[in-house]
Structures are given as structure tokens and as C-alpha cells.
């Protein structure tokens, strides 16, 4: 029996058992959204296909035959199995459970990340994850990942992202470099040396905005290049330049005075943490669950320190 053929034969038992069930046509008719008449040619369709008489009729009232009540106790279980195993599936596909594949940039990742992965598997203890660092995104297909979450601006690209917050960055030096370069106008930044994250594609070009909300473009000079945020905190602690780091990564460093922050009158713009993932039409509930997690702990509501 083909697909096509077996899929009639179940809809025909499936009205039968609703006749006997229901006890009437009508309701059964009702119950599955068909007419009367329908119900009623779903049956005698069964019983010619079997070639026995299931129902006895008549105008109050259908009563089972012998080989009726013999069909409906086998077949009645067997739908029973069925629709079990369909809500099983289902379930199990809601259910947060597999292996969470993830990626982050180290020192993010390290400090607000992993914390969040460990409640995460308290809280789905089915789920098992496999984690890396890295910050670029042509891992996310290459690799297989669920998903990636990444700082700063995203470029465009094919896949999905979600906001999960911002941060803010500082333009900072080492006292002794400030003591041979001193920095009091943001046309003083042009002299000194850069520390530039080669993951960006004009390390050394931002926009500061000033007193009166004034936008001030500065272009600096980069000496040295790293593709780490530690890297770079690293270089500047040792006074090899000017560099711009998040705050999170360097408050112990501004509290001690191993670094400065450089024209605190001025700002740079708030970057955004980002979740990115693929652009599929079905996300997995595994990963939708760790987005939804993600963003509500690393979000403004959350009860945590401030990222500054």
C-alpha cells in the first residue's frame, strides 16, 4: 500500500472510531470538521475495504457488530500508539536538549559568557555544550555553530542577529607615555602612537563626541597592531601607545592608575553585543532558548554589575 492510499485508510478509521465513539454521524462529523455525508461514506468505505460490516444502523441509534468491536479494540490502540508517538516528537522537538556549539571573543566571553552558559545548563541539564572563541564570523557555517556572539558593529552579512546590549569604550594610555605626550585637545592624538585592533577596518579613525553634543572626527597613527582586546590592553599598560578598550576589560586599570582615561570630557560611540546565527527558517529550540537566556541576563534589566 502506497503513502497516498494508507493516508485514506487512516482517515477512514479515524472517522470510525469517532461514530463509535461519539455515537452518532453527526457528532462525528462535527468533531472532525467534515459533513454528515462524508462521515457516513468514510465508513462504508472501510467496511468494503474489509469486506465485513462494522456498524448496524438505524435511524436512533449504531450499534457494533462482532468483527465492529473486534476492529475497533485493535485499531482504537494502535491510533492510541500513534497519536503518542506524534506528540513525543513534538515534545521533542520543543525540548531544549542536544549539543549548544558557541562562540565568543576570549575576553568577553571568559568574563559574561561562560558564567551564563554554566545556569544555562543547570537550568537544561539535557543540554551539552561545545564552546570556542573567536572573532570573526566565517565560523559560524564553517564550524557548524548555533550561534556566535560578537562586539561591536556587525558588517552585513547573511545571517541573523539580536542585540543583547551595549558597551561602552575608552580612549586610554599609560601615565608615563601621557607624561611624554600630554593629551589636552583631541587634536593632540594626531602625535601620538596607536595601538590598533587589526580586526577593525580604520583602527585609528573615531568619532568623539564632545561638550554640546559636538562631534569631533580624530585620526591617529597606528605604530602597533593586535587582535585581541588583552593584546592591546597589554601594549598599552607598557606605554606603547594610545589605545581604545572596552571599559569592562579595563576598570581595575583605571581604579589603579596603570592607565588613563584620555579627554574624559569626551566620548566614543556605545558598541553592541550582539547574538548572531544562522538565517534559517527554523531556529532550534536549543539555541532560541540560549538568545532568549542571553538577552536576559546580559540585557539593562539585568541585576548585574554595570559594563563601566
Do not use: C
Not at 193 to 209: G, V
Amino acid at each position: 500500500m502506497n503513502r497516498i492510499a494508507l493516508s485514506t485508510q487512516l482517515h477512514r478509521v479515524q472517522t470510525f472510531l469517532a461514530v463509535v465513539e461519539l455515537g452518532s454521524y453527526t457528532k462525528a462529523a462535527d468533531y472532525l470538521s467534515i459533513s454528515k455525508a462524508m462521515a457516513s461514506l468514510h465508513v462504508k468505505a472501510l467496511e468494503e475495504a474489509l469486506a465485513v460490516t462494522l456498524l448496524l444502523r438505524s435511524t436512533r441509534s449504531i450499534a457494533l457488530t462482532e468483527a465492529g468491536q473486534d476492529f475497533y479494540d485493535e485499531f482504537k490502540e494502535l491510533v492510541g500508539q500513534l497519536e503518542n508517538k506524534f506528540e513525543m516528537a513534538m515534545q521533542g522537538r520543543k525540548r531544549i536538549a542536544g549539543t549548544l556549539r558557541l562562540s565568543t571573543t576570549g575576553e568577553y566571553g571568559e568574563r559574561f559568557i561562560l558564567p551564563l552558559v554554566a545556569r544555562f545548563v543547570q537550568q537544561y541539564p539535557a543540554i551539552s555544550i561545545r564552546y570556542d572563541t573567536n572573532s570573526s564570523l566565517s565560523d559560524l557555517i564553517a564550524e557548524k555553530l548555533d550561534l556566535v556572539v560578537r562586539l561591536g558593529s556587525l558588517a552585513d552579512s547573511d545571517f541573523k542577529s539580536r542585540k543583547l546590549d551595549d558597551y561602552d569604550i575608552l580612549l586610554v594610555a599609560s601615565p608615563a607615555l601621557l607624561k611624554k605626550h600630554p593629551v589636552r585637545q583631541p587634536a593632540d592624538l594626531a602625535q601620538l602612537p596607536w595601538i590598533a585592533n587589526s580586526n577593525l577596518q580604520s583602527p585609528t579613525q573615531w568619532t568623539l563626541r564632545g561638550p554640546q553634543n559636538k562631534s569631533t572626527e580624530v585620526k591617529g597613527s597606528a605604530a602597533h597592531h593586535a587582535n585581541t582586546s588583552a593584546a592591546i590592553r597589554l601594549m598599552a599598560l607598557s606605554s606603547m601607545g594610545v589605545a581604545v578598550l572596552p571599559a569592562w576589560l579595563i576598570e581595575q586599570d583605571l581604579h589603579s592608575g596603570a592607565l588613563q582615561q584620555l579627554l574624559p570630557g569626551y566620548s566614543l560611540p556605545r558598541q553592541s553585543i550582539s547574538a548572531v546565527f544562522p538565517n534559517s527558517s527554523h531556529l532550534p529550540h536549543k539555541t532560541r532558548a540560549f538568545i532568549d537566556f542571553l538577552s536576559k541576563n546580559l540585557g539593562p534589566s539585568a541585576k548585574r554589575p554595570a559594563l563601566v
